[in-house]
């Protein structure tokens, strides 16, 4: 009997074990004790990774976007600094200009004495270009006609050789004029011949000094002109580099007004042309090869 009762027991004991609702409550328990684990451990832990996550994201597409603007704005600063570099140049040829501007004639000597020694006491311009490489990717767009760097840098070359030319110009016309000094009665009032200058100072001397001032009129007439070019296009043409929005915000590129009134188209017209006849026979030269040397039209 006593084993029968705890069979009978046991096994229904066990029955209501296997009841839905015997074992609906652990596996509630169950859920809900995942919902806890999710809510107190999961979601603290998960939240500083996802904070500084989004905070890493943030910061990247800040510092992302500062470079952009630091590079758009080191564009600007490169092309104004040319600009205002190129309209120095331009103006200090000018003012060299502004010495013999409507005095010279077709003779060489004439031409070199019209001439006088000219102070020049002003830098050269940087020849550095690495600022500009942002300008490399224009050199096979035809539509491009001055943001080509081996062209601005040929130009700033051929300014500061200028430059030395003209130095070593005034060089030889203070030698010139010295030993021209004892041949004239009073301060510059007797004009000499051509024999006489020939005579004074020497074949050799008057060649090189005739050379050199036929070089200086021409260059500087081809860079006043390269110049004035320059400061109209490139100004133009370089915007197509620039963000438009951050140049409205600081500033954009500098623009060039041209002047077009009488003193300034006579500045811009070539000086005349030597008499290369006389040039050649001077020289001992053709004149055709003196027509290419000294070219001014």
Known sequence: MTNGYEFSSCYGLFS??????????????????????????????????????????????AFNSQDKLKIEKNKIDSINKLILDAESARSNLIAIKYNYIGTLESHPVQRLLAIPSILIDVDKLSENMHELSFLASSGKDSSVHWCNILKIKAMFHNYNSLLTFWSK????????????????????????????????????????????NERVIALTDELIISFNDFLIGFPKEAERYISKRVGKRYGGILKYQY???????????????????????????????????????
């Open 259 to 297: 002047s077009v009134d009488k003193e300034m188209l006579d500045v811009l017209t070539k000086s005349p042309s030597v008499n290369f006849e006389l040039m050649g026979a001077l020289m001992n030269e053709d004149p055709e090869i003196m027509a290419k040397r000294y070219k001014h039209a």
């Open 169 to 212: 110009r005034d060089e030889l016309n203070e030698e010139m004029r010295i030993k021209l000094r004892d041949k004239i009665d009073g301060p510059m009032m007797r004009r000499l011949s051509e024999d006489e200058i020939l005579e004074t100072l020497g074949v050799a001397f008057l060649i090189a000094i005739v050379d050199i």
């Open 16 to 61: 209501e074990c296997l009841s839905p609702h015997f074992i609906y409550l652990p596996l509630s328990y169950s859920t809900g004790v995942n919902a806890d684990i999710l809510s107190e451990y999961v979601f603290p832990l998960a939240s500083p990774f996802l904070s500084a996550a989004l905070g890493a994201i943030a910061a990247y597409l």
